[in-house]
């Protein structure tokens, strides 16, 4: 089977989810969110200091998507690993719930699977040089990758789903915008969908379902009321952590079927 081509098309998914991590997230600090205030109390920073420093979180947030996309380097990627956790992190930490924090798995899920395409086992300088070549693909990155996403998967959407039967009031602002006449209900109903949904990526991620959660988490997503594009840009780990799942899925169903035709023609 293609795995080269396999492996080149899951880089490329991952890549572009990390550059759009990046900047919808860098947007948020040039715009000065106001829930920001809250992350930059957790440090003791008031909010006249927090509103000088989320334009230059933000703008060194924007210049990494766009190197990740132009120049692709490692460090980049490590870089988005360890500021997506501990952008995360902020939430609970700030009186959030938990689940906020596991919700946002693909800004840290989707770096980290790149990182182990691309390989991380380089000398230092080799994280600020451009990914040329990526891992030699073999049964052992297989699973490791595949551990990572189904992991991630199913972090991102038990924590949407626990978000909703908590009933977050952004969620049901977004519910009641649709013109659902009881949010409270669909919070719930969505709520239970997407936990099942967690469990099966995690325990059984059967390959027709990754497109429907994919498509789901796409959809889902675009509804805030507001800053409503950049939130669906800066999730884009989610959806690129659900597709690439699909890919290694759909590779593995493949040659599956491939090895049998040669066992019969054998």
């Not at 990155?141 to 972090?155: H, N």
């Not at 626990?162 to 049901?172: P, T």
């Not at 999730?235 to 491939?258: C, D, N, V």
């Amino acid at each position: 089977m293609n795995t080269p081509n396999l492996s080149s098309r899951m880089y490329t998914v991952l890549r572009i989810a990390c550059a759009m991590c990046f900047i919808g997230h860098g947007a948020f600090g040039i715009i000065t969110k106001p829930i920001w205030c809250n992350y930059f109390a957790v440090f003791g920073i008031g909010k006249e200091l927090a509103n000088t420093l989320m334009p230059v979180v933000g703008a060194v947030d924007i210049a990494l998507g766009i190197i990740i996309l132009a120049y692709p380097i490692r460090a980049a990627g490590g870089w988005l690993v360890f500021w997506g956790l501990f952008t995360a992190s902020l939430r609970p930490l700030s009186g959030e719930p938990f689940a906020e924090f596991i919700e946002r798995a693909g800004n840290y899920g989707a770096p980290f699977a790149l990182l182990l395409l691309a390989g991380y086992r380089v000398p230092f300088k080799g994280w600020f040089k451009p990914i040329r070549d990526l891992q030699s693909w073999d049964e052992m990155l297989q699973k490791r990758i595949k551990l990572v996403l189904q992991i991630a998967g199913a972090f991102l959407l038990a924590g949407h789903g626990w978000l909703n039967l908590l009933g977050k009031q952004g969620l049901l602002k977004q519910y009641t915008f649709l013109g659902f006449s009881d949010a409270v209900i669909v919070s719930h109903v969505v709520g239970y969908w997407e936990l099942l949904g967690a469990v099966l990526v995690l325990v059984l991620p059967l390959r027709w379902l990754m497109p429907i959660l994919f498509v789901w988490k796409m959809i889902s997503e675009m509804f805030y009321p507001a800053y409503g594009f950049f939130e669906w840009v800066e999730r884009g780990g989610s959806y690129a952590i659900l597709f690439a799942l699909w890919l290694l899925i759909t590779h593995e169903y493949k040659t599956r079927q491939h090895e049998a035709v040669n066992l019969n023609a054998a």
